[in-house]
């Protein structure tokens, strides 16, 4: 039997609306989505914390309790960057081991963690401190394709997590460019190395029209999980649909055994959800459709959201074309960093910058010189001499792990906003966002908003005293 991961509260809607889901938009459907039997429900991290705070109004953390308390007998799962946590650069152990406490007492059992350029160095911390709290580890290989990146390579590299504690491993293929018969190989090989009661996961999108294809012969080959989304929300840049994959599996040897027609109701009480994300902009025809350019480019749905988004504040929407050619090119000289957050988004605005200045690395974003650096971590192939010397100058790069290189900051970020503090996770999500976290408490101040009410305002996703 095949186990599903339902995605539609975290990365459906990230991927094809740029994770502007509210709580309210959520919460009515939690008890239905509680009763389906999925293996978990991806519902929090991720860009959900990030976008809780600055776009929404909400605090992610108060979403996650709700939650939580609506889905009480399915296991929740987030997405976690290793080092990165849900930020943008690397943040002292202290800090990681302290989010990865709150996340698990707060109400996750799954955490799926990652590192962008695959170095096993920026996942060390938040393993420990998973299995320290008794969260399931979920660690994640970020599947890409380049001249370093073979099946052999991935399949150490999951034998390596194993043995660093995982008891899931994840592959994780955020472009959707992981072909049928490719996943095949490589989950039979992965297999062949792992222990029998560790789990591979699958988690593929709809991007390229391949998604479904490739979970088929990965269920084949013994895949025990696949993540899919809800019809409403599910395909283009999503993940592939629940319904249908379900469908596929009836009265087979893989048979999920979720109920069909439940399904088809719960994704329909979801559409005028994805009506609202459509009227409000974020919906868009790009996010929807299958593209068979992802496979050449290799961009992930949450970044070509983001690509879109950033070239609609510069009126250059005429070049998106462009920027989508630039992205591999730019990849080949920064040394074939996978396209997942926080590398995705460098990349990505990387490419946007040289597209529209005119000039290749005329102008360069402070991420692109510290990736360059070394300050994200070990590149999975040395970068161009040329770029490097362009870029850095003669700047020495960083070889160690990056978070060696920083002192603990948990003390520091609490007395820095020791008046604006309600709860002790307040401090971890200005540690994450200072700016964004400190505007969201202001904001709760002025209007009078506790995280422990329990009165929601389904306008705005908080809680109102």
């Known amino acids: 039997m095949v ?10 809607h990230q991927s094809q609306a740029a994770t502007r889901m509210r709580l309210d938009e959520m919460l009515p459907m939690a008890a239905q989505l509680d009763s389906v039997g999925y293996y978990s429900i991806e519902c ?9 705070l600055r776009f929404l109004n909400e605090d992610p953390w108060e979403r996650l309790r709700a939650l939580r308390k609506a ?18 650069k690397h943040y002292a152990d202290d800090v990681v081991d302290e989010f990865v406490k709150k996340s698990i007492e707060n109400g996750i059992d799954i955490i799926r963690i990652f590192d962008a350029l695959n170095d096993k160095r920026n996942m060390e911390q938040a393993i420990k401190s998973c299995k320290k709290y008794g969260g399931i580890c979920e660690a994640t290989i970020s599947y890409t394709t380049s001249p370093v990146h073979t099946n052999e390579y991935f399949v150490q590299l999951a034998k390596d997590l194993e043995d660093m504690g995982a008891d899931n491993i994840c592959i994780k293929d955020m472009a959707g460019i992981l072909l049928p018969y490719v996943a ?26 391949t998604g479904n294809l490739t979970y088929l012969k990965a269920i084949e080959a013994g895949v025990d999980i696949i993540d899919t989304a809800l019809n409403a929300l599910g395909n283009g840049t999503s993940q592939p649909s629940t319904e249908s994959m379900v469908a596929v599996l009836q009265n087979t040897e893989y048979d999920t055994k979720l109920d069909l027609k439940l399904l088809n109701e719960i994704s329909n009480e979801f559409i005028p959800v994805a009506e609202r994300l459509k009227k409000d902009g974020w919906l868009t025809e790009k996010s929807i459709k299958t593209d068979v350019k992802a496979l050449i480019y290799q961009v992930p749905g949450g970044m070509l959201s983001n690509l879109v988004g950033q070239l609609k504040k510069l009126g250059a929407m005429d070049k998106f074309d462009q920027v989508l050619a630039e992205v591999p090119n730019v990849r080949k000289d920064l040394g074939y960093p996978p396209l997942v957050t926080p590398t995705s988004q460098i990349v990505g605005t990387q490419a946007v910058f040289n597209v529209v200045s005119g000039e290749r690395y005329k102008v360069v974003s ?7 650096k070394g300050e994200y971590g070990h590149l999975p192939a040395e970068p161009s001499a040329e770029i490097v010397k362009q870029i850095l100058g003669d700047t020495e790069r960083i070889t160690c792990r990056p978070a060696d290189l920083l002192e603990p900051e948990l003390a ?3 007395e820095e906003i020791k008046e604006y503090i309600e709860q002790d996770e307040d401090v971890l999500s200005y540690a994450l966002f200072p700016q964004v976290a400190l505007n969201f408490f202001k904001y709760r101040q002025a209007n009078k908003y506790h995280v422990d009410s329990a009165v929601a305002d389904p306008a705005k996703g908080i809680q109102i005293v």
């Open 366 to 372: 402070a991420e692109t010189k510290g990736l360059l």
């Open 3 to 12: 186990k599903i991961t339902e995605t539609i509260l975290r990365d459906a």
């Open 44 to 52: 929090w991290g991720g860009a959900t914390f990030d976008a809780c």
């Open 412 to 414: 520091k970020y609490r």
């Open 184 to 209: 095949y190989d490589l989950v039979k090989e992965m297999k062949k190395v792992l222990k029998k009661d560790t789990l591979i996961h699958l988690h593929t999108h709809q991007t390229a029209g």
């Open 71 to 88: 889905m009480p007998n399915t296991k929740l799962q987030m997405l976690l960057r290793g080092q990165n946590i849900l930020g943008y």
